[in-house]
């Protein structure tokens, strides 16, 4: 904690924080502390953005302190929220964040504000591109000039080896990864990435351009592929479709060292601040989550550390059976009087295929959610950590239980534990089903599928009205009516809207199909 400012300096500091740490009012003007001095505006930005736009920025450089105002209180929560229980790190440095006594930021008179606003207009340009991008498929030519979904990724200074693992772990944080090819050119280890949505390779190239991968070596160099798609022809440790399971693994190369030690025996810091994607909910990834049973790594682990099986300590890696993994999740903070086994085997059957759901009996804030392997809960970890469902804000980490048992016969369990094996409502089932391409972050926009004929527009918006929902908007497919999107008030009204009304019986054997969606009406 020592910093170099005069002791002097530090006692008026703690007088002036103690007002500003009532954590009784949230603003959405935070007050950011210990900032290295280097920083730059983008990367105090950036600790901001998964949760919302960022709508002004005041850097007390002398002070190491900043002010960041977001564009709602709601968003300020999420965040402090979120980086409560998990330090935010700027340059490999903690960062302390809490809610400011301002209510919002006046900076129009102050002087040197010239590159902060240029850096919120160059970020928000990029956000507010981005989303109105997302409408239009990447293929319509509706994207910003030079951006595609693919990612060409060069990494410098490798003093350690960089798998397709690693980079798999690291650019997930920011959106479903579809595809990853590396290479070797010119002496230099390079990727092409390939995201389901343009806005997330955005997102990532934003945040991880310039970073380190480990300490003090391995630094990304991000820039767009001119390439729309990649075309993968094997699976293995140097190609991966991860929409295509059944791939081979080519000229006898082997599928994958399970051991992969020499990359995971190092501190892996990233020493970014993201730990979410472009849907704005972060996943944690942290040694210190609870459930994570991981003998800790030498040096602190930032946000975007990698991930490993809690168990083996071995990476749990997607389109590779039987690596080891684990598929079962520990879910807390949970609203007890709401959540239900099928409520749990709903939201989380949207990022996989759930097996098994078990409510704690004598703590049901928790749960455990067996998925069908370790991608998928993967996934659903990385999506549904830190989303508000029925309240409270949920948090997903990898469970030390290696299954979830069920009850022996004649034990009391009060239907608290559920085996979903054999359910038809799995959305995984078919290996390299069109569903792993539309995996999207809880949205207040849902899709709607399996429509019949009969049912109309009032129908559809009374049904979800009923469950308690704001209905904001509207709208049939035009090419075909059995589907629609339907835009609800908040992100926390559509994922309560999927779980009560997903397969939903809409008469003439038409059970309603909900998802998320990354359009927007």
Request: proline residues 6%; aromatic residues 8%; glycine residues 8%.
């Amino acid at each position: 904690m020592s910093n170099s400012t005069p002791a002097t300096a530090n006692g008026n500091d703690n007088k002036k924080f103690k007002g500003d740490r009532s954590p009784c009012s949230p603003s959405r003007v935070l007050h950011l502390r210990k900032i290295p001095n280097d920083v730059t505006e983008a990367e105090v930005i950036s600790l901001g953005l998964p949760f919302g736009k960022v709508t002004n920025l005041l850097m007390l450089k002398g002070k190491s302190q900043a002010f960041l105002e977001m564009a709602s209180e709601e968003a300020a929560v999420t965040m402090v929220n979120y980086y409560t229980p998990v330090t935010p790190h700027l340059r490999s440095q903690p960062v302390y964040i809490q809610y400011s006594n301002h209510r919002e930021l006046k900076t129009d008179n102050l002087p040197n504000q010239a590159r902060t606003q240029a850096a919120l207009q160059a970020v928000n340009a990029v956000q507010s591109g981005a989303l109105a991008l997302t409408g239009a498929p990447a293929t319509e030519g509706g994207l910003l000039p030079g951006q595609s979904s693919v990612l060409r990724i060069i990494v410098e200074n490798l003093f350690y080896p960089v798998t397709l693992e690693v980079l798999y772990q690291i650019f997930s944080k920011f959106g479903t990864v579809l595809k990853i090819i590396t290479f070797t050119k010119n002496n230099q280890f390079q990727a092409l990435l390939q995201y389901a949505d343009p806005m997330n390779a955005n997102y990532a190239k934003m945040a991880l351009d310039g970073q380190n991968i480990y300490n003090a070596c391995c630094t990304l160099r991000i820039d767009f592929s001119k390439l729309t798609s990649l075309n993968v022809k094997y699976n293995n440790d140097k190609s991966r479709d991860f929409t295509r399971l059944d791939l081979p693994s080519g000229d006898g190369q082997p599928s994958l060292d399970p051991n992969m030690a020499a990359a995971f025996g190092t501190p892996g810091i990233i020493s970014s601040p993201y730990a979410g994607a472009a849907g704005f909910a972060p996943a944690i990834g942290f040694h210190q989550a609870a459930g994570l049973s991981v003998p800790s790594l030498p040096g602190a682990l930032g946000p975007l550390a990698i991930t490993t099986s809690a168990v083996t300590g071995r990476m749990a890696i997607p389109g590779v059976a039987g690596v080891p993994g684990n598929s079962v999740l520990l879910v807390s903070n949970l609203n007890p009087d709401a959540i239900t086994p099928h409520g749990l085997f709903i939201l989380f059957g949207v990022y996989g295929d759930v097996h098994r759901v078990k409510i704690m009996f004598n703590k049901k804030e928790n749960a455990l959610v067996q998925m069908a392997d370790a991608t998928q809960a993967q996934l659903a970890m990385s999506h549904l950590n830190g989303q508000r469902l029925y309240g409270k804000v949920l948090r997903a980490t990898l469970s030390k239980h290696q299954t979830v048992q069920l009850p022996r016969e004649g034990q009391e369990d009060q239907g608290l534990t559920k085996d979903y094996s054999n359910s038809p409502l799995h959305r995984f089932k078919k290996p390299g089903s069109k569903n792993f391409l539309n995996i999207f972050p809880p949205s207040a926009t849902l899709h709607l599928s399996n429509i019949p004929p009969s049912v109309t527009v009032d129908d559809l918006k009374n049904l979800f009205a009923d469950t308690g929902c704001t209905v904001k908007a509207f709208k049939f497919f035009q090419k075909d009516r059995k589907m629609a999107l339907i835009q609800l008030g908040t992100v926390e009204e559509a994922i309560q809207a999927l779980i009560e009304l997903h397969n939903h019986d809409l008469g003439e054997n038409h059970h309603l199909r909900v998802s998320f969606s990354k359009s927007t009406i």
